[in-house]
């Protein structure tokens, strides 16, 4: 009885399985992706030839945001595209400008953050680090909380050696993602030194409910992770990281969590960046992954959201908005061109 | 004339405060707003012409630009808004220079994202464009502007543009630029009527060296001409054009306000009565320039 039960459910979990990994239909990814996106008209062939659609999302009523999508497709199985989406590594296209990504462990640890190095003579690695030495216990153009700035200054004994703001950094960022490893979101330290207190958990929570269909969409994710709902710990075990990147020609540190959900016939990922250093103050990516077949083809169909809350923008009105947005629409292109290499390189 | 100057400020300050008003009541459509101000003072500078030494001739100018731009759909933006420019110069009596050259002007038109790279916009700014000593309809002109702007990236962009005015001597003027961020702290914003090159000193500190041109058409009075004993003046079209060249700074007093200060050479400036063919010109003189610029 146990056995045929057993039978059973490993006969139920294969054909699970196998309805997950089946290539659907291309209508029914399509009518997906339509119920929720901002794209209407998705012609499978070409997202196959290498196409990449691009929409700059609508204005928000909440003045530090901007959003926008992309979609597009790999020659890949929709599990593998969402596991290799979930590991991408931007750091060897130098166009992309990344310095430096790095996994965490679990829990994370001090030599996790060993890759970084202030020691360059590059112009934004200079303004960040000149930033870090002219900082106090009471001003920073840095997103820090007070006490944060108080251990800076403390450590940097306001010199402005390399050796010394690495240390310093590995600190901090060891602190914070320890706090994020432990608590979730809950655990996310605001931003008070620069003027007004900002959590970069409630900034990505303004974002994202503006934006109700994509929430409905991503709900399952959402919850699970502590977005919505009342979920004070997540239920998903994330992968994270740390990287140091070029952010409008400042280097800006960030720590990230890119969570994946197999959400029946198809995959779901978060990418949220719960802590950046600098010029902005969270970022949210959410993917939607199907398996896709098209005549003899078959592959994975990508929906990509990118949610971005940044001081600046509240400043940024009118066309220079339309302007950063459709400037913002090319960076994130040539990051999924990149991507898209990536993984037709390793099929 | 300093006193006319606060006048018209003052009137100009009313009009934003009552359009902006009409922004706030607005409610919860996306609205941005543009204000943008600037003096210049340019020194005494011989002029000459139609076979005359006119003189030293100095200028006090004045511009205050106000747009208000209600976002009408994700890619689309109208523009409304108004212009003052003045031009006064300190004219030797008798000489037939138009003492000064005035526009005041509604802004109408619209930006419009044609595609993932491109932005166009459509302005006409319709007005009075005359000396002001005798305002008819026929100063009234309506110069439309219409340019287009390519975002290659973050650091690189083009800019193309069209000046189209009926009673100019060249009624369609063309136009391209490109501001390239070629470093961290460099750019070359070549685009008119101001291209610069740009040094970032810091985040809120900015010094360039560039070039300011003014372009302007205007109808001078009736009786212009035989006043100042050159009849073929009388209700005659005057294209000015004044060129500046010198260093400057700009400084950012919060995210949405900037001020600058520059100071420089006049190598030319030239009021070019066409249909006549006279043409007054002015050489070679100082000048300095304050401005403001806010973006709501």
Redesign the interface.
């Known amino acids: 009885m146990r056995r045929s039960c057993h039978c059973g459910c490993l006969l139920c979990a294969l054909s699970l399985a196998a309805l997950v990994a089946a290539p659907l239909p291309a209508q029914e990814p399509i009518e997906a992706l339509k119920s929720f996106s901002d794209f209407q008209k998705i012609d499978l062939n070409r997202l196959l030839a290498g196409d990449i659609l691009?929409e700059?999302g609508?204005?928000m009523?909440f003045p530090n945001g901007i959003s926008v999508q992309t979609c597009f497709a790999v020659p890949s199985t929709a599990e593998q595209t969402a596991k290799r989406l979930q590991s991408w590594n931007p750091s060897t296209y130098a166009d992309l400008k990344v310095y430096a990504l790095r996994s965490l462990h679990t829990p994370c640890e001090l030599a996790d953050f060993q890759a970084l190095d202030f020691n360059s003579s590059q112009?934004?690695i200079r303004?960040l680090l000149d930033k870090t030495a002219a900082t106090t216990a009471t001003k920073s153009?840095l997103n820090l909380t007070r006490d944060e700035a108080k251990a800076l200054t403390g450590c940097m004994e306001q010199h402005s050696e390399p050796k010394k703001a690495n240390e310093c950094w590995t600190k901090l960022l060891f602190d914070r993602a320890s706090r994020f490893q432990q608590k979730g979101l809950a655990g996310i330290l605001p931003y008070e030194i620069s003027g007004n207190t900002t959590s970069p958990g409630a900034q990505l929570r303004s974002m994202l409910l503006e934006q109700l269909q994509i929430t409905r969409e991503f709900a399952r994710l959402l919850k699970r992770i502590g977005l919505l709902g009342n979920e004070a710990t997540p239920s998903l075990t994330p992968a994270y990281y740390w990287t140091l990147f070029d952010a409008?020609?400042h280097a800006t540190l960030a720590l990230g969590a890119v969570y994946l959900l197999a959400a029946g016939d198809h995959y779901q990922l978060a990418d949220v960046g719960y802590y950046v250093s600098n010029d902005y103050y969270t970022s949210a990516t959410l993917y939607d992954v199907w398996p896709i077949q098209v005549g003899e083809k078959t592959g994975a169909l990508v929906w990509r959201g990118d949610f971005f809350a940044a001081?600046?923008l509240?400043?940024t009105?009118?066309?220079?908005?339309?302007?950063y947005g459709?400037?913002m629409?090319?960076?994130i292109k040539?990051e999924v061109r990149c991507m898209q290499d990536s993984l037709k390189a390793k099929q | 004339m300093t006193g006319k100057l606060i006048r018209v400020g003052a009137l100009l300050l009313l009009l934003v405060v009552g359009l902006r008003n009409a922004a706030s009541a607005a409610g919860?459509m996306?609205i941005?707003?543009?204000l943008d101000a600037d003096y210049v003072y340019v020194g005494g500078a011989s002029t000459r012409g139609a076979g005359m030494n006119i003189g030293s001739i100095d200028e006090n100018s004045a511009d205050v630009k106000y747009v208000i731009?209600p976002?009408i759909t994700?890619?689309l933006?109208l523009r409304f808004g108004f212009e003052w420019q003045g031009f006064f110069f300190g004219v030797p009596d008798h000489a037939p220079v138009p003492d000064r050259l005035e526009q005041v002007s509604a802004v109408l038109g619209f930006?419009y994202?044609v595609a993932?790279?491109w932005?166009m916009?459509a302005e006409v700014q319709p007005g009075i464009y005359s000396d002001f000593h005798d305002v008819q309809w026929d100063d009234a002109d309506a110069p439309l502007v219409l340019g287009a702007?390519y975002?290659?990236?973050?650091d690189l962009q083009w800019f193309f543009g069209l000046r189209v005015d009926a009673r100019a001597q060249y009624p369609v003027l063309p136009a391209a630029g490109v501001r390239w961020?070629f470093?961290?702290?460099w750019t070359l914003n070549f685009v008119l009527p101001n291209p610069r090159l740009e040094f970032d000193a810091t985040?809120r500190l900015q010094f360039y060296f560039g070039a300011g041109l003014e372009a302007g058409t205007y109808r001078v009075g009736e009786s212009f001409g035989s006043d100042h004993g050159q009849p073929k003046l009388d209700n005659a079209v005057v294209d000015y054009l004044e060129i500046r060249i010198g260093p400057g700074c700009t400084w950012k007093v919060s995210?949405?306000v900037t001020v600058e200060a520059g100071a420089g050479y006049m190598p030319y400036r030239s009021w070019d009565f066409f249909d006549p063919n006279i043409v007054f010109r002015s050489h070679n003189t100082a000048y300095g320039q304050v401005a403001c610029h806010a973006?709501?």
């Open positions: 691009t700059r609508s204005l009523n112009h934004p303004w153009d409008n020609h001081p600046m509240a400043y009105k009118g066309t220079e908005r339309i302007a459709a400037l629409l090319q960076d040539k | 919860s996306n941005s707003q543009e731009s976002q994700k890619d933006l930006d994202q993932d790279q932005l916009r702007a975002l290659a990236d973050d961020k470093s961290d702290e985040e995210p949405n973006r709501f």
